[in-house]
């Protein structure tokens, strides 16, 4: 059983209009591999909690990215009120299967659907640490580039890190297809909203991809 810590909140920045990237402390904690998360619990002053899992954005340390839904009950309070000093309750990691471990060299695929980036980003992070050849081919869809987060990582990506950028909501507006996925070969990871990850799970067996070669990661909607 993993056990809930205080978890305080050191920083925050602004990754898009609607997204902030939060960066807590906390003690003792054990470490993590890209692409787990941790569960958040936030508790009201009457004992009300509430309870939502956030994608862990980097390798070191304990960093959130989270998109703030406007009819949402967690994630306004994360990206609007939460304010650097104070306290929530998370535990973790969690997650064994939706995780890139740097010593495994095969080339990688990563399909991200809107705030599905984070976990992705997280593997991207690691690949930057382990250095190595590993090649990876990044698939973001997004609404608009205004919408992108980790800008400044992703506008210039390094050298082993193809970007194809799918934009949902710009002239001409469109969804992901067959033609913006390479083929079988890579190990795949699929992030995103339930409808993006079933979509592009059929799109990568239609092109030739081994089942058991595609994780998937639902965020939920
Ligand atoms: C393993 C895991 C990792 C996650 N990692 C992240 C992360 O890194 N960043 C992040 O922002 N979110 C992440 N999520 C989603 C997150 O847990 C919450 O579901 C999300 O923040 C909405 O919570 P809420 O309380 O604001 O909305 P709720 O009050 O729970 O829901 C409000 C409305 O939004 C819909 N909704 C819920 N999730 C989504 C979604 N992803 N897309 C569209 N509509 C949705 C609901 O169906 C509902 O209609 C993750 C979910 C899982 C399961």
């Known amino acids: 059983m993993i056990r809930w810590r205080r978890a305080r909140l050191t920083a925050a920045r602004e990754e898009s209009p609607t997204a902030r990237t939060l960066v807590f402390e906390v003690p003792d904690w054990p470490g993590h591999l890209p692409g787990q998360h941790v569960d958040v619990r ?5 004992g009300y909690t509430a309870q939502r899992s956030y994608s ?9 990215t989270v998109e703030g839904l406007p009819d949402g ?18 535990r973790g990691p969690v997650g064994g299967w939706f ?6 060299t095969t080339p990688v695929l990563l399909v991200a659907g809107g705030s599905g980036i984070v976990p992705l980003m997280a593997m991207i992070r ?3 640490l382990a250095g190595g050849d590993t090649p990876f081919h ?18 210039t990506p390094d050298p082993w ?13 469109r969804r992901i297809t067959k033609d913006d996925l390479p083929g079988p070969g890579p190990d795949v990871f ?9 979509a592009a799970a059929d799109l990568l067996l239609d092109v030739g991809h081994d089942s058991a070669r595609i994780r998937t990661e639902r965020f939920g909607g």
């Open 138 to 155: 990044l698939v973001y869809s997004l609404r608009e580039p205004a919408r992108r987060y980790y800008a400044a990582e992703l506008d």
């Open 56 to 64: 862990l954005a980097t390798p070191e340390g304990v960093e959130l």
């Open 42 to 46: 936030l508790t009201a002053p009457d």
């Open 73 to 90: 009950e967690v994630s306004p309070y994360l990206v609007d009120e939460l304010t650097v000093g104070d306290e929530i309750e998370l």
């Open 99 to 104: 995780v890139w471990r740097p010593a495994v």
């Open 126 to 128: 690691a690949r930057r």
């Open 161 to 173: 890190l193809t970007i194809t950028w799918v934009h949902t909501r710009l002239a001409p507006h």
């Open 190 to 198: 699929v992030c995103g909203p339930t409808g993006f990850v079933e």
